[in-house]
């Protein structure tokens, strides 16, 4: 029995990884249709396997969707020639795409991303590889080692562009994770307040969220944990680890191929968990509307649709992420430094103190 249990954790971890980076591939796709959209332009329409055009309808609408552009992107990395300069440290040069992948992949398995409700006794289990109480400290511990693969990349490639963009990365990283760990501490304060059961996993906030979303009642931390989030990922306009206009490529100049590819899917696998975090914390998870119960039945459908609608939300949020790439300028590294120290540290810092007063005082009630 402990074996079979055993090969279907590592059946579903699989699935899961699978999932995840395809959804970071067609991440990619997203990317480029939404940026396509805003520029009047009309992105990938042409890359189709053979006699995928001949199909009636539907062979021509999936082309013109470019549905098989992340395919045809993959395997252009994957046989393109592997070219390593020189001058660089082959240890950690090769070493740094993987460890700025793995954080991404391992977060995952504490991210609940559906519920089923056993239809005979009415209990509801959520769907995840590992239920730990401690999601979120787990999720912030392994997500900030994601800064070591940039780290890594910048200094092994002996590039002093690659430095400077290694170094940016590292103190944008320290400054924004203090105000994405303070923007969640109200959430586990009312979690957690007098009478309350409540933990620090993942699936304790979303079934706090059943009648209302946090997003409404607690829209500061939400904003903080949103524009930390877009720090912590490197998204425009804090992409200051690669800044194309001063940096040439930043701390992956000297990457090409098929290791400039895994940074590059590391990026959307980061969007893609830090989207469904923020859909768990402030979104509800899977939850249907605020004051609407669930509609999805209970057993495997209930299961399969409220994965769906979880799905849905952080698709959403994933082109939320495209829109602000594409809609404001990037900003310099000064501004980046004195929009976290001087503004959202502060910000969090006081909220936190605000909420905690706010469950004292109904407490001494």
């Given at each position: 029995m402990e074996l079979t249990s055993i090969l279907l954790k590592i059946v579903f971890a699989v699935l899961m990884i699978v999932v995840v980076m395809t959804?970071?591939?067609?991440s990619v796709l997203i990317e480029r249709k939404v940026?396509?959209?805003v520029q009047g332009r009309v992105g990938p329409n042409r890359t189709?396997?053979?006699?995928?055009?001949?199909?009636?309808?539907?062979?021509?609408l999936l082309v013109r969707m470019g549905i098989f552009q992340p395919m045809a992107d993959g395997l252009k990395f994957l046989f393109?020639?592997?070219?390593?300069?020189?001058?660089?440290?082959?240890?950690?040069?090769?070493?740094?795409?993987?460890?700025a992948l793995v954080p991404a992949l391992t977060t995952m398995v504490v991210i609940p991303f559906g519920q089923y409700t056993d239809p005979s006794t009415g209990a509801s289990n959520p769907l995840m590889l590992a239920p730990l109480d401690i999601g979120i400290l787990f999720i912030f511990a392994v997500s900030s080692l994601g800064v070591y693969g940039i780290v890594l990349a910048?200094?092994?490639?002996?590039?002093?562009?690659s430095f400077l963009g290694a170094i940016r990365s590292s103190a944008q990283m320290i400054s924004y994770e203090l105000s994405l760990g303070l923007s969640v501490f109200p959430l586990f304060l009312w979690l957690n307040a007098p009478g309350v059961e409540g933990g620090l996993g993942l699936n304790a906030v979303v079934d706090y969220q059943q009648n209302f979303w946090f997003i409404f009642v607690q829209p500061l931390s939400a904003l903080l944990f949103l524009v930390a989030i877009f720090a912590e990922t490197n998204r425009l306009p804090f992409d200051m680890a690669e800044s194309e206009t001063d940096l040439v490529g930043g701390f992956h100049t000297e990457y090409g191929c098929f290791k400039f590819?895994?940074?590059?899917?590391?990026?959307?696998?980061h969007i893609v968990i830090g989207s469904a975090l923020f859909t768990l914390l402030f979104l509800g998870g899977w939850h249907f509307l605020p004051g609407l119960s669930d509609p999805w039945p209970a057993g495997w459908i209930g299961a399969v649709l409220s994965t769906i609608w979880f799905l849905v939300k952080t698709v959403i949020l994933i082109v939320f992420f495209v829109l602000i790439r594409w809609t404001l300028?990037?900003?310099r590294y000064d501004q980046v430094m004195k929009l976290g120290w001087t503004i959202?540290?502060?910000?969090?810092?006081?909220?936190?103190?605000?909420?905690?007063?706010?469950?004292?005082?109904?407490?001494?009630?």
């Amino acid at each position: 029995m402990e074996l079979t249990s055993i090969l279907l954790k590592i059946v579903f971890a699989v699935l899961m990884i699978v999932v995840v980076m395809t959804m970071a591939g067609y991440s990619v796709l997203i990317e480029r249709k939404v940026s396509s959209w805003v520029q009047g332009r009309v992105g990938p329409n042409r890359t189709a396997p053979f006699l995928v055009n001949y199909i009636p309808f539907i062979g021509p609408l999936l082309v013109r969707m470019g549905i098989f552009q992340p395919m045809a992107d993959g395997l252009k990395f994957l046989f393109k020639e592997e070219i390593t300069p020189g001058h660089v440290n082959k240890t950690y040069y090769f070493l740094a795409p993987i460890l700025a992948l793995v954080p991404a992949l391992t977060t995952m398995v504490v991210i609940p991303f559906g519920q089923y409700t056993d239809p005979s006794t009415g209990a509801s289990n959520p769907l995840m590889l590992a239920p730990l109480d401690i999601g979120i400290l787990f999720i912030f511990a392994v997500s900030s080692l994601g800064v070591y693969g940039i780290v890594l990349a910048g200094w092994s490639s002996n590039n002093k562009y690659s430095f400077l963009g290694a170094i940016r990365s590292s103190a944008q990283m320290i400054s924004y994770e203090l105000s994405l760990g303070l923007s969640v501490f109200p959430l586990f304060l009312w979690l957690n307040a007098p009478g309350v059961e409540g933990g620090l996993g993942l699936n304790a906030v979303v079934d706090y969220q059943q009648n209302f979303w946090f997003i409404f009642v607690q829209p500061l931390s939400a904003l903080l944990f949103l524009v930390a989030i877009f720090a912590e990922t490197n998204r425009l306009p804090f992409d200051m680890a690669e800044s194309e206009t001063d940096l040439v490529g930043g701390f992956h100049t000297e990457y090409g191929c098929f290791k400039f590819g895994i940074f590059f899917v590391a990026e959307y696998a980061h969007i893609v968990i830090g989207s469904a975090l923020f859909t768990l914390l402030f979104l509800g998870g899977w939850h249907f509307l605020p004051g609407l119960s669930d509609p999805w039945p209970a057993g495997w459908i209930g299961a399969v649709l409220s994965t769906i609608w979880f799905l849905v939300k952080t698709v959403i949020l994933i082109v939320f992420f495209v829109l602000i790439r594409w809609t404001l300028p990037r900003f310099r590294y000064d501004q980046v430094m004195k929009l976290g120290w001087t503004i959202l540290l502060p910000l969090a810092i006081g909220n936190l103190i605000l909420n905690a007063i706010i469950i004292a005082l109904i407490d001494s009630q």
